[in-house]
Structure formats: structure tokens, C-alpha cells
């Protein structure tokens, strides 16, 4: 149960029941006293929303009338001016009460068996971590909170009628479990203009770096250089509740979140534009402005930006972006300190890299033979990569079996948009002959494409052709889904990471001397 108190209103909630009232400056602060004697009683617990004009309060229904009086009348569904952080802390608490039911109930039951090769091969399908956002199936693909991409195409708002969604919209989606409104997710999009004003000693961070540093490592320094300004790290500092640790944890990922297209295109401009800096156009959504401020006016260009930004958000919890930010998370590192461990795990060329990687070895196939090539000489070319020891990149994952779903849906996206161009018929002919030539090997457990195989030739299209910037535009998305999380684990307050590791020989002992 939890109650939302504004300065004019109140929003109390109890299930399926919310009530509003009308209240004042001073009798929000008296309440605030209240219920933070609730809080030391261990009766209830406070918290800020949008502070000071603002906080939310749990507390047990019999705890109203103390609160509030007869001013709290209780009315069906939830109030229209809960914002995003009023929405979360709503969701909070029946959040809590699941996971408690999953100990008690469940608590002792077996995930499963731990191999020595499962543990030899990264861990690859050990059950160990808890990720709410998305969930990903061998054959189906990502759903976000129980959604497909192809249901988000259809559920979440958009900026045009028939365009892609709007990142906001999936924000929202993540943290809270519910798909907003399109007013609502307007509104984010205002909450996030407001906070998007970047603290000046980022670019002079960036500016410190040599010209030639890569963009992704331009990124982690940036963020790296918001740390200072962390109010989780602050109010740690000064004492935190553990109850509270999600508010300024949701407040550092709204600012980070808010902040990252101005210095994506800061970093994009810098490299590639000569430093000249385009302002943000306050007309426009989070991922509409990141075109515009890179430079790109294209209606198509922002639609593409805002499909890109949705589907790379997240892609459950143990690829290694989003695990990097959840362990470094797990020891109450700020969101800063977490993302950025994050990121730096995304600019490996086996992980978010895979995008650049692709398109440099798109651009060697065109140089070498062509665009318009046969699928006999391309099955050829490939099986050359193979032979010298490299990968196919953007083919291959580690736990789809099956074309993952942002490749489907990015081809979709060309086929509407650009069916004539070259780039896109040789990444159509391609998904043709690759799959076969990798399951030939015998050794490839997934021989279809992934999400990397597409994404860099639809930015081609457009004329964002610096393929090293590639990644950046995925961190930028990857941020909303691994920062959702952290929000989420300190809301269920879940604990440090610590699984258990083992040398060669402790195996040699455990397993030889058992003759096994
Ligand atoms: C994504 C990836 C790292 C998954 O790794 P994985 O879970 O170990 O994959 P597999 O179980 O299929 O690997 C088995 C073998 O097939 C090879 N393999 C997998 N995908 C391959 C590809 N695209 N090209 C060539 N070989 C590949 C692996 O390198 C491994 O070879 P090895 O036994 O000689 O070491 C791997 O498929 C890959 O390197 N793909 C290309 C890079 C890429 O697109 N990354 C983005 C992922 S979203």
C-alpha cells in the first residue's frame, strides 16, 4: 500500500483503489514529520517524489485517518498526474511482497545443475540472477516486461501515427511493468528536457582526450565524469535508509538517462563534426533530438533513432552490459559508476562492438566483390572469413537459437524505407547464405543474425556512416533497460554479488580423486 502526497494532492493507494485530495505546503511537511516517526516505529516508510513538492509514504491502511484524515477519499484507478516516479513507488510494494513470497515459498527449491563445462564456458545457462525488465527465449526472442517488439511497435506511443515508439514510452514500461499513456509518455519526455542540461566538466573531460580516442571510451569517461555530482553517493554518504536507496538510485539514472543524447552527440560532433555543437530542439522527443542533435534533420532518420533506441535497450540480465552494471550496482556503487562499468563491457567487439564490426566487414565484402554479387560467390567469401579465424560478425548468440527478433524487425524498417539500397540487398542476401555457411561448421549453436547484423546499414542509409560511433548510439539505449534494473534491485533491495569461483585444481581434486 502506498500513498503519494503532493503539496496540493494526494494520492492515496491501496491495491486496485486511489484517492486525491486537496492539502497545503504546511500540512505536507506536517505529514512528512508523521511518517517519518512511522518510518522509526518501523510503521511505514517515506518517501521523496519530485522533492520537495512532493514525497510518498507507505504505511498500513489503519495508518490513514493518522495521515490524512478524513481528506483522503478513495476513488478507482490511478491518479493522472502520477508521474513516472510516483508509478514506480506505486509498483514498489507489491514488488516487494512478490519477491518475499518467492523466499518463503520457493526459496530452497533447485534451479537446476551446475556442469564443470557450464562453468568452464562463462556460466553459460547457470540460473543466477533475478533481471524484472525483460526475459529472453531461445526461439522467441526479448520480451520487455511480458512484451514482444513486435507488440511494442503496436502498444507503446509514438510520435507519428503510424512511426516507431517512443523510448519514453519503454522507460516507463520497464521500470514500472505498465505500458503508459501517450500523455504520459510526453510527459517523461518534458521530465527528461528538464534534466537533460549536461554538467560542464564532462566536455572538459572530453575535451582532455586525445581526438583519436574512441567514441566509447569518450562515453565511459563522460559518465564517469557525472559521478561527482551522484545523489546516491551523496545521501549514502549522509546516511541513507536502506528503504530509501532507490530514490536518488532512480534519480542519478533519470539524470544520466536524460543527459546521454546531448553528450552522444557532443562525442559524435567532436569526432566527426568538427566540435560544432546543435542545440537540443525542446519540440522534440528524447530520441528525435538525439538525430537532430547529431546533425540529422530526417523525419526517417528520427523514426530509425527511436526504433533503435527501443530495441536495444535491454536483453535480460546476463549479457555482459547489463551484468557488468548489475554486479558493480550489487556493491552500491552509484548509477554512474554502475553504467559506466556497463559500458565498457558493451565496447567489446564480441558484445555491443559486434555493430562496428559489421559494418567494417560490410564495407571489405563491398570493396573485395561488390554489392551485387552471387550467393554462390558470397557463400565463398564467407567461408574465406571462417578459414582465417575470425568471426562472422553479427551472426551468432549465445542464448537465441533463432533469428533474434531486432534483426526481423530492423529488416522490416528497410523494407519500408530502403529497399532499393545496395547496403540493405546485400545484408537481405546475406541473411541467405551466412546461416547456412556457419552451420556447416558443425560447431556454431546459433547460425542466424543477431541484432548487429542489421543495425548499421539502416544508419548508412541516413548518412551516419562513422561505424565507430555505432556502439555509442547502443550504450545510449542500453542505459534505459540496465539502469531500470538497478532502480528495481535496490527497490527489492537485493544483495551484493557474490558467486563462487574455483581454480584448476580444486577441480582436478574434487572430481579426479572421485574417479569421475
Ligand atoms: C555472440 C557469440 C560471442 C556467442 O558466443 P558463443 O555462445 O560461445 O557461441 P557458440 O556456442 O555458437 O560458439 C561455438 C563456436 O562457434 C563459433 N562461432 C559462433 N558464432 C560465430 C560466428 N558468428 N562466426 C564464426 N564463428 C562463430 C565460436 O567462436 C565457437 O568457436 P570455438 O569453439 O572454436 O571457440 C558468437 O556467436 C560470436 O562471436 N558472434 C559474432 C560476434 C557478434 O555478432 N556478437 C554480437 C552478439 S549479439
Known amino acids: 500500500m502506498i500513498l503519494c502526497v503532493c503539496q ?6 491501496s491495491g486496485t483503489s486511489t484517492g486525491t485530495l486537496q492539502t497545503t505546503e504546511k500540512w505536507c511537511k506536517e505529514s512528512m514529520k508523521l511518517t517519518h516517526t512511522l518510518r522509526r516505529l518501523g510503521l511505514g516508510m517515506v518517501v521523496p517524489v519530485n522533492a520537495p513538492q512532493s514525497l510518498s509514504v507507505r504505511a498500513s491502511p489503519q495508518l490513514y485517518p493518522l495521515l490524512f484524515g478524513s481528506r483522503c477519499v478513495a476513488t478507482q484507478g490511478i491518479s493522472a498526474d502520477c508521474d513516472l516516479k510516483c508509478a514506480f513507488a506505486e509498483a514498489i510494494p507489491s514488488l516487494q511482497e512478490r519477491l518475499k513470497n518467492i523466499k518463503t515459498s520457493f526459496g530452497s527449491k ?30 522467441d526472442g526479448i520480451r520487455f516486461r511480458g512484451h514482444t517488439i513486435t507488440e511494442l511497435q503496436q502498444k507503446l506511443p509514438k510520435a507519428t501515427p503510424s512511426g516507431e515508439p517512443l523510448p519514453e514510452g519503454l522507460l516507463w514500461l520497464l521500470l514500472t511493468g505498465n505500458i503508459p499513456s501517450k500523455q504520459q509518455a510526453v510527459s517523461l519526455s518534458a521530465e527528461l528536457q528538464k534534466r ?3 554538467p560542464p566538466q564532462v566536455f572538459k573531460v572530453l575535451d582532455a582526450l586525445p581526438a583519436k580516442t ?13 559521478q561527482p555530482d551522484s545523489k546516491f553517493a551523496l545521501a549514502y554518504q549522509n546516511g541513507l535508509h536502506k528503504s530509501d536507496y532507490w530514490d536518488p538510485t532512480f534519480e542519478d539514472s533519470l539524470d544520466c538517462i536524460a543527459r546521454l543524447p546531448g553528450i552522444a552527440a557532443a562525442i559524435y560532433r567532436r569526432t566527426f563534426r568538427n566540435g560544432s555543437i546543435i542545440e537540443a530542439d525542446p519540440s522534440l522527443d528524447w530520441a528525435g533530438n538525439l538525430a537532430h542533435m547529431m546533425g540529422y534533420q ?30 558493480v550496482g550489487s556493491a552500491l556503487s552509484d548509477p554512474y559508476l554502475s553504467l559506466a562499468a556497463g559500458l565498457n563491457g558493451l565496447a567489446g567487439p564480441l558484445h ?15 570493396s573485395d566483390i561488390g554489392s551485387d554479387v552471387s550467393k554462390e560467390e558470397l557463400s565463398r567469401y564467407v567461408s574465406a572469413t571462417l578459414n582465417s579465424g575470425r568471426v562472422v560478425p553479427g551472426y551468432g548468440h549465445a542464448v537465441l537459437r533463432k533469428t533474434d527478433p531486432r534483426f526481423t524487425c530492423q529488416r522490416e524498417f528497410g523494407l519500408k524505407h530502403l529497399p532499393d539500397y545496395p547496403k540493405f540487398k546485400l545484408v537481405s542476401k546475406l541473411f541467405e547464405v551466412v546461416p547456412g555457411v556457419l552451420a556447416e561448421t558443425g560447431k556454431v549453436s546459433n547460425p542466424w543474425p543477431n541484432v548487429d547484423a542489421h543495425s548499421g546499414v539502416l544508419l548508412q542509409f541516413y548518412g551516419i556512416t562513422e561505424e565507430n560511433f555505432y556502439t555509442v548510439l547502443f550504450g545510449v539505449s542500453r542505459a534505459m533497460g540496465v539502469l531500470s534494473q538497478l532502480v528495481l534491485s535496490r527497490a527489492m533491495g537485493l544483495p551484493i554479488e557474490r558467486p563462487k569461483s574455483m581454480t584448476t585444481r580444486w577441480l582436478e581434486n574434487k572430481f579426479g580423486q572421485a574417479g569421475e
Open 8 to 13: 496540493r494532492r494526494a494520492t492515496c493507494n
Open 196 to 198: 537533460a542540461e549536461t
Open 298 to 327: 530526417d523525419q526517417g532518420a528520427k523514426e530509425l533513432m527511436r526504433l533503435y533506441m527501443t530495441i536495444h535497450s535491454d536483453h535480460e540480465g546476463g549479457n555482459v552490459s547489463a551484468h557488468a552494471t548489475h554486479l
Open 352 to 366: 555491443g562492438l559486434a555493430n562496428q564490426e559489421v559494418l567494417k566487414w560490410l564495407n571489405r565484402v563491398e
Open 214 to 226: 574512441h567514441p566509447m571510451t569518450q562515453l565511459s569517461c563522460a559518465i564517469m565524469a557525472m
Open 110 to 139: 533447485s534451479l537446476g545443475e551446475v556442469t564443470v563445462n557450464m562453468a568452464l564456458g562463462g556460466m553459460r545457462g547457470v540460473p543466477g540472477l533475478l533481471w524484472e525488465t525483460s526475459l529472453l527465449d531461445a526461439e
